[in-house]
């Protein structure tokens, strides 16, 4: 039998089992004792709540001389109700959601989730009242108000979990709507804009506090970028783009507590979509530091902390430097000694197989009904580097919420396991509205016969008109896109209208071979391929196309270069990433952007800022300032890439409601003049096919860009 002396030291749960094993051999186990107490009912909605108190009561069972004592589990089991604040006539089922952004009345009281409540009843945390902001954060969610508990699992698809662990950790001053409109309020409560767009004023929500408790202030803003980002050993070229204006970097200042100021000397209206990138992001994702908690980064910093001891530091990590120490400590989900004002903070160090995220007990947002955000108590994420694995993990129903390299040509076995496995699908159309973009470069030099071609609006609208979008989307993309051209989303604010959607669009190989005859290529050779009149031999196209990756472009461009071929245009398909000069490409397969919708960002096909495929010489014209490149007004048609320069430059340097306009008419300046056409778009195929269990709600319908997913807002309904 055992032993008093053997239950000394060990825990509960253990000695409970230990017991109950001893038991079964020396009498029948007790029934469990189980007490309900409801405390009232109420009308929907509710939260309920379960609340488990353990007593403990010890009995002497005498058998044949050996006392053995028992410790015997009294579970009392409390329902507690819940009554949210009533919210009513928020939830449509007949409109789209498209912003997180409450607009009705804030709530006067405030709830909890059910551990952190027992934390604060045993003094282990103060009173939520007390851990929130003055004017916390009103989230809007997207289905309805949700339930406190669960764990989401997710699959990283790399070490650390970076993609998934930044994204879902968001902490800029400003969110992005769903719908990639303007951004709204988000780490800063308001701004003011001032001197004609120049000068920027936020305003900080006073009393947030960091996980570990202590306040968050606009010092750690001033520390961020003062110390980090203008400081040479750790930028030697300054901050990153997202605060640069033209090449200039802002006077930073903080007024008091809660006021963060930045100013250039010429406007920078879109500094407020700038935040809402990567770039943004507030501090230490491993990668940028707008801001950082000065009460726990400083002891890393030789300005102040103790330089002997940051020296050992670095000598037992191996360093080189304390700039290398301090990026090694500097990202949130490598390391739970990390302060986070994000919703989510580490369990884990470093990068496990298993990586582990909490419900961090101070996050500064509510629902409508006056509910501490998140509701889950945390979030698990098993590493997998090998993406078929990921595929066969998360068909399995191993994921809660999936949407990074989840492979949609496998969409047939997705659906046959979805209910089996218990997840539904979800499909976010990308925003950028096409995944297949066939671009003629307008600067293309290696050839004068070829460019003259590339620069005939008539035989580019032939060779769009030739191309049979209704196959390519039946054939690559499972029927599951929308033949359509090179614009974003329907769905998305800046969307041009179903006129430009399908303009030019059409599959009218008819027409497509009249328009080739009409510009001289009339004739043929003995192989049906038409002669280019000058040399007397087939005019030869190549189209480049990136290698498959989320998207197989070279299943689309194999299909493109055979319906050119069928209206007689010898065409090969070169597949690699990019040519040595990428001016060398006569026509480029690519999408039209990276999962965001907005023309200014400098993420899609239409900005001149980046290298764009319809023009790498005019792109270098713009971003040198006219010392290099070539000035697209010297060319005869392609006035229209002039214009969209102009309306780019312009639009970054107005308030959104002046910009919105420009970019609809970028996205027509470029269809009328077919500088590049679409294919196929709006389907799920580039971030979008979604697996989603069946049980978690306030999962948007649609989604403008990775950083508005707000698992803050994911809710367990029960």
């Known amino acids: 039998m055992i032993g008093k002396r053997f239950f000394i030291g060990l825990p509960l749960t253990l000695v409970v089992l230990l017991v109950a094993a001893a038991c079964a051999a020396a009498t029948p186990a007790e029934p469990t004792i189980v007490e309900k107490e409801v405390v009232r009912e109420v009308e929907k909605p509710v939260i309920v709540e379960k609340e488990v108190v353990r007593e403990i009561e010890v009995e002497k069972i005498v058998e044949v001389e050996k006392i053995v004592e028992v410790e015997r589990t009294v579970v009392v089991e409390k329902i507690v109700v819940v009554t949210p604040t009533p919210v009513t006539d928020i939830y449509s089922t007949s409109a789209t959601f498209k912003t997180y952004k409450w607009t009705g009345p804030a709530p006067t009281s405030y709830s909890e989730a059910p551990t952190f409540r027992l934390m604060a009843e045993q003094g282990q945390l103060?009173?939520?009242?007390?851990?929130?902001?003055?004017?916390?954060?009103?989230?809007?969610?997207?289905?309805?108000?949700?339930?406190?508990?669960?764990?989401?699992?997710?699959?990283?698809?790399?070490?650390?979990?970076?993609?998934?662990?930044?994204?879902?950790?968001?902490?800029?001053?400003?969110?992005?709507?769903?719908?990639?409109?303007?951004?709204?309020?988000?780490?800063?409560?308001?701004w003011e804009i001032e001197n004609n767009g120049a000068k920027w004023t936020f305003h900080l929500r006073k009393g947030t506090k960091y996980s570990d408790g202590a306040p968050f202030t606009s010092e750690d803003y001033d520390f961020g970028y003062h110390d980090i980002f203008m400081n040479t050993d750790f930028f030697p070229g300054g901050p990153y783009p997202h605060l640069k204006n033209d090449g200039e970097t802002p006077i930073m200042t903080t007024p008091d507590d809660y006021t963060v100021v930045y100013e250039w000397s010429t406007p920078y209206y879109y500094f407020a979509e700038s935040l809402t990138s990567y770039f943004g992001f507030g501090g230490y994702s491993g990668w940028n530091w707008n801001y950082n908690a000065?009460?726990?980064?400083?002891?890393?910093?030789?300005?102040?902390?103790?330089q002997a001891q940051i020296d050992e530091w670095v000598d037992d990590a191996g360093f080189e430097n304390w700039v290398q120490l301090y990026r090694s400590k500097a990202t949130w989900r490598e390391d739970p000694d990390v302060p986070v004002i994000g919703p989510w903070n580490s369990?884990?160090?470093?990068?496990?197989?298993?990586?582990?995220?909490?419900?961090?007990?101070?996050?500064?947002?509510?629902?409508?009904?006056?509910?501490?955000?998140?509701?889950?108590?945390?979030?698990?994420?098993?590493?997998?580097?090998?993406?078929?694995?990921?595929?066969?993990?998360?068909?399995?129903?191993?994921?809660?919420?999936?949407y990074r390299h989840i492979d949609a040509t496998k969409i047939a076995l997705y659906q046959k396991n979805a209910e089996k496995a218990g997840f539904r699908l979800v499909m976010w159309g990308g925003p950028h509205g096409n995944n297949g973009t066939v671009s003629f470069n307008q600067t293309y030099d290696a050839d004068p016969n070829v460019a003259k071609y590339l620069r005939d609006f008539e035989f580019r609208l032939?060779?769009?008109?030739?191309?049979?979008?209704?196959?390519?989307?039946?054939?690559?993309?499972?029927?599951?896109?929308?033949?359509?051209?090179?614009?974003?989303?329907?769905?998305?604010?800046y969307y041009p209208g179903d006129e430009y959607e399908q303009k030019y669009s059409q599959y009218l190989p008819d027409e497509s071979n009249a328009l080739l005859d009409g510009i001289g290529l009339d004739q043929r050779d003995s192989d049906g391929w038409r002669i280019d009149p000058a040399t007397g031999k087939a005019l030869e196209m190549i189209l480049f196309s990136n290698p498959?990756?989320?998207?197989?472009?070279?299943?689309?461009?194999?299909?493109?270069?055979?319906?050119?071929?069928?209206?007689?245009?010898?065409?090969?398909?070169k597949v690699q990433t990019y040519p040595e000069d990428r001016?060398?490409?006569?026509?480029?397969?690519?999408?039209?952007?990276?999962?965001?919708?907005?023309?200014?960002?400098?993420?899609?096909?239409?900005?001149?800022?980046?290298?764009?495929?319809?023009?790498?010489?005019?792109?270098?014209?713009?971003?040198?300032?006219?010392?290099?490149?070539?000035?697209?007004?010297?060319?005869?048609?392609?006035?229209?890439?002039?214009?969209?320069?102009?309306?780019?430059?312009?639009?970054?340097?107005?308030?959104?409601?002046?910009?919105?306009?420009?970019?609809?008419?970028?996205?027509?300046?470029?269809?009328?003049?077919?500088?590049?056409?679409g294919t196929v778009g709006e389907d799920p195929f580039m971030k979008g096919l979604i697996i989603v269990n069946k049980k978690l709600i306030n999962v948007p319908d649609i989604m403008s860009f990775q950083t508005a997913i707000m698992p803050q807002i994911f809710s367990y309904k029960r």
Not at 133 to 143: A, I, K, Q, R
Not at 294 to 306: E, L, V
Not at 467 to 488: K, Q, T, W, Y
């Open 462 to 493: 032939a060779l769009s008109q030739a191309v049979d979008r209704e196959e390519i989307n039946e054939a690559v993309f499972s029927g599951l896109g929308r033949p359509r051209g090179a614009v974003v989303s329907s769905w998305t604010a």
């Open 126 to 190: 103060p009173t939520v009242e007390n851990r929130l902001p003055d004017n916390p954060l009103v989230f809007h969610p997207p289905t309805e108000i949700g339930q406190y508990g669960g764990i989401l699992r997710f699959i990283g698809e790399d070490p650390g979990g970076g993609a998934f662990a930044n994204e879902t950790g968001h902490d800029g001053l400003v969110m992005l709507p769903v719908d990639g409109g303007a951004p709204d309020p988000y780490v800063a409560e308001s």
């Open 294 to 306: 000065k009460h726990y980064f400083s002891q890393f910093h030789p300005k102040y902390g103790d």
């Open 347 to 402: 369990v884990t160090r470093g990068k496990p197989d298993i990586m582990r995220f909490n419900a961090q007990p101070y996050f500064w947002s509510v629902d409508p009904a006056g509910n501490q955000l998140p509701y889950l108590n945390g979030m698990v994420g098993q590493i997998v580097t090998d993406q078929e694995l990921l595929n066969l993990k998360a068909m399995a129903g191993e994921a809660d919420f999936q």
């Open 548 to 573: 498959s990756g989320l998207i197989n472009s070279p299943a689309i461009g194999e299909l493109i270069v055979n319906h050119w071929r069928a209206v007689g245009v010898l065409t090969n398909l």
């Open 583 to 677: 001016n060398d490409a006569m026509t480029w397969l690519y999408v039209l952007g990276n999962f965001n919708s907005d023309p200014f960002s400098g993420q899609m096909n239409f900005a001149p800022a980046q290298w764009v495929p319809m023009g790498p010489r005019f792109s270098e014209f713009v971003t040198s300032g006219g010392e290099s490149g070539v000035d697209p007004s010297t060319i005869a048609g392609a006035e229209g890439f002039a214009q969209v320069a102009a309306l780019y430059a312009a639009g970054r340097s107005t308030t959104y409601e002046k910009r919105l306009p420009m970019g609809i008419e970028m996205q027509k300046i470029f269809v009328d003049n077919l500088y590049m056409f």
